[in-house]
């Protein structure tokens, strides 16, 4: 599975989007870009997965570049219940999630 | 909405002792998943279980860790002889079969040996 690279935090005013950076210059052609969050000492959350097109949901968009290296997940209107540490997680073969360091966010008020 | 529960939330046990953690997966998953964060560090994959076996299992999970499924709902992590080191939060997870990177965490059990 492909390394990722995200900044160690960030921090965004509250009803502003965030927009999480994530390079994975490694990713193969079959390797899907999956985001999770883990809010202080909670269970990761799912947010949103993608391959190469962009995607939204009610959570968030995900957007990837053509050539596949970084992507963007984009919260549009940030609330301080987003403040939480957010994982970019390239998968590939193996059932399990390898978490990194993450982003962790601040939403300011 | 279904969720992932586990039990207990916080477990304080002495070294040496056996521990078993308890999961109840979302009704419909079919794969189970364990894993721990130890305070302050990343999250870390144990163990991956479908269909009533081990799927996959990192170096962590040594000869000291087991997992179960004794019935229809719950899931089990169980820890034989407990050393401080087994000290973290372990969180289950689940998904379905065709969603195995949308894994749904518990709460997760904080696990204290002293």
Request: hydrophobic content about 30%; overall charge negative.
């Amino acid at each position: 599975d492909a390394k990722t690279t995200q900044p160690p935090s960030m921090d965004c005013a509250e009803g502003r989007a965030a927009n999480l950076p994530c390079n994975h210059s490694t990713i193969s052609g079959n390797e899907y870009v999956y985001w999770y969050r883990q809010i202080h000492s909670q269970g990761p959350q799912y947010i949103i997965h993608g391959l190469k097109n962009n995607e939204t949901n009610e959570m968030a968009s995900l957007i990837i570049t053509e050539d596949r290296k970084s992507s963007t997940l984009i919260l549009p209107h940030a609330t301080l219940r987003d403040t939480a540490v957010y994982y970019c997680i390239v998968i590939g073969s193996s059932y399990k999630l390898i978490f990194g360091s993450g982003t962790r966010l601040l939403v300011r008020p | 909405e279904p969720e992932v529960t586990q039990t207990p939330s916080h477990q304080v046990t002495q070294m040496g002792q056996e521990v078993i953690l308890r999961c109840v997966p979302i009704s419909n998953h079919l794969y189970f998943y364990w894993y721990r964060q130890i305070l302050g560090q990343k999250v870390e994959f144990l163990v991956s279980f479908y269909n009533n076996e081990i799927s996959e299992k990192s170096e962590i999970f040594d000869d000291q860790f087991s997992v179960e499924r004794p019935d229809g709902s719950n899931f089990t992590l169980k820890i034989r002889s407990t050393k401080l080191e087994d000290s973290a939060m372990y969180f289950c997870a689940s998904s379905e079969l065709g969603q195995l990177y949308e894994q749904y965490f518990g709460p997760g059990t904080r696990l204290t040996v002293t």
